[in-house]
Structure formats: C-alpha cells, structure tokens
C-alpha cells in the first residue's frame, strides 16, 4: 500500500512527465528506421536540392552510424524538418525544407516530386513520443 502511494506521488509530480517524454525522445531516436541512403537517393533526383544533398552527405561521411530522421508536424503543414544524429543520438543539425516557393527563408526550398517522396518518409515526432511515453510511463518509476 505504501509502495503503490509512493510510486503514483511520483508519476503525478511535474519532474516524472519531463523525465518520462526525455527518455521517449531518446528512444524515438533508437526506434527510427534507418532510411539514410533512401533519404539522399530521393534529393539526388533533382539539382535544386544540391544544397539539401550536400548537407546530408557531408554528414553521412562524417557519421557513418548516425542517422537523419525526417519530421512532420502536421499532414497539412508544407514543411518537413531534417533532423541530423550521431551514432549516440544527439542531434548535431536540422534543416527545414518546403515545396512553396513564397516561404520564408529560413526554409531550404525544394521541387514538389522531392518534397512528396521525403513526406512518405517523414514521421510526426510528438505523435510518435506520446506513443512511447505512454508505453513507459507505467513502467517508469
């Protein structure tokens, strides 16, 4: 009875829900499916995505057992996030791409059929880490 008490006080404190979506956002990493040489075999297609291209085989070389994850937030939304990791996980870079052209700059630019085929790739990342928190969260302590 004392040990079940404790164990909700600690899933109900503020600190267990931080610590809880942290290590689902560090399994997120371990669970995404390695598509590196898909990822640059689908920018390769087209020159306007040379800058793109280069970005990602540049870390490819330099992270050999890294991984790129491609990140959608809405089915909606007319961007995608490239996430770049190490072979621990950590992020080392991001870059945001579109297929509209009257976005802001801060958004590398690509064609349509590039944009269609890296959003098929593309994983909505808090969709994912609810799923996995929720999986833990019993678990976690």
């Given at each position: 009875m004392f040990l079940e008490?404790?164990?909700?006080?600690?899933?109900?404190?503020p600190g267990h829900e931080k610590e809880v979506e942290k290590i689902a956002r560090r399994r997120l990493f371990f669970d995404l499916p390695?598509?590196?040489?898909e990822i640059l075999a689908t920018v390769q297609n087209?020159?306007?995505n040379k800058k793109l291209q280069d970005s990602i085989q540049k870390h490819l070389e330099e992270y050999e057992r890294?991984?790129?994850?491609?990140?959608?937030?809405?089915?909606?939304?007319?961007?995608?996030?490239?996430h770049m990791y190490n072979?621990?996980?950590?992020?080392?870079?991001?870059?945001?791409?579109?297929?509209?052209?009257?976005?802001?700059?801060?958004f590398q630019?690509?064609?349509?059929?590039?944009f269609k085929k890296l959003h098929?790739?593309?994983?909505?990342?808090?969709?994912?880490?609810?799923?996995?928190?929720?999986?833990?969260s019993p678990k976690a302590i």
């Open positions: 008490k404790t164990i909700q006080e600690i899933q109900r404190s390695n598509r590196n040489k087209d020159h306007r890294g991984k790129i994850g491609i990140e959608r937030k809405s089915d909606e939304e007319k961007a995608l996030y490239v072979e621990r996980g950590e992020e080392l870079d991001s870059l945001n791409i579109t297929s509209e052209r009257d976005s802001t700059m801060s630019e690509t064609d349509t059929e590039t098929l790739l593309s994983i909505n990342y808090e969709e994912e880490v609810a799923k996995i928190a929720q999986d833990i």
